[in-house]
């Protein structure tokens, strides 16, 4: 690989397959795949790794290494692992490497949770007889502030549900939302988000101007 793997990307690929894919996926799936990204941003992002089964499994609460062998495989077998080479036994490393996984233009992900937040402000709407720029109108300076500071420290799950809670009650559709998002999240090679470069940032005011 190229270039070194982001955790961003990872995140969100994986998650992009769980929704496209959730007949095949368990819970340990996700810690088994999460504690992998973990342990390599650790090893500051080698390529390729030992990944020991003794420490994952107990990281993880897996008590099984039957559970924990058929979890890895999955992962494997699926692309988000790459196996470099096969431990002797339980007691000894794997040696894996991350990021076979690409992200896909289209995401099963991004249609949920913006169909979900949509719905969920028409029916707050409806149930309250106010619209959803008045519930989440801010009040104080503090909440104002997150305008010129704040944002510089959200992670891209609190940078996600803001654009939700400013484009609910705008014409902008799944395509340019989705877009917006992508573009804004782009890492730098220090893991900075686009985002987080800007001086300032005012969500909705951003979200006119692109839905321009």
């Not at 992009?16 to 340990?28: L, Q, R």
């Amino acid at each position: 690989m190229s270039k070194k793997p982001n955790g961003y990307e990872l995140s969100r690929a994986w998650f992009d397959f769980c929704f496209e894919n959730p007949e095949k996926i368990k819970p340990n799936h996700t810690a088994v795949y999460f504690f992998a990204i973990e342990h390599c941003n650790r090893l500051a992002w080698k390529f390729k790794f030992g990944f020991p089964s003794t420490m994952a499994m107990e990281a993880i609460g897996i008590k099984s290494y039957n559970t924990y062998i058929k979890t890895l495989t999955d992962l494997v077998d699926w692309g988000f692992i790459k196996m470099v080479e096969k431990s002797k036994n339980q007691y000894s490393s794997n040696i894996i490497s991350l990021g076979g996984a690409l992200l896909k233009n289209n995401k099963a992900l991004d249609k949920a949770l913006i169909k979900h937040a949509t719905k969920q402000g028409e029916s707050t709407g409806e149930s309250t007889g106010e619209s959803i720029v008045s519930i989440n109108k801010q009040d104080n300076k503090e909440q104002d502030n997150n305008i010129t500071n704040p944002f510089k420290k959200w992670d891209i799950n609190v940078f996600w549900e803001n654009i939700v809670e400013s484009s609910i009650d705008k014409s902008l559709t799944e395509e340019s939302v989705k877009a917006f998002y992508l573009y804004w999240t782009e890492a730098d090679e220090k893991g900075k988000m686009r985002f987080q470069l800007e001086k300032t940032w005012d969500t909705k005011r951003r979200l006119a101007r692109w839905s321009k």
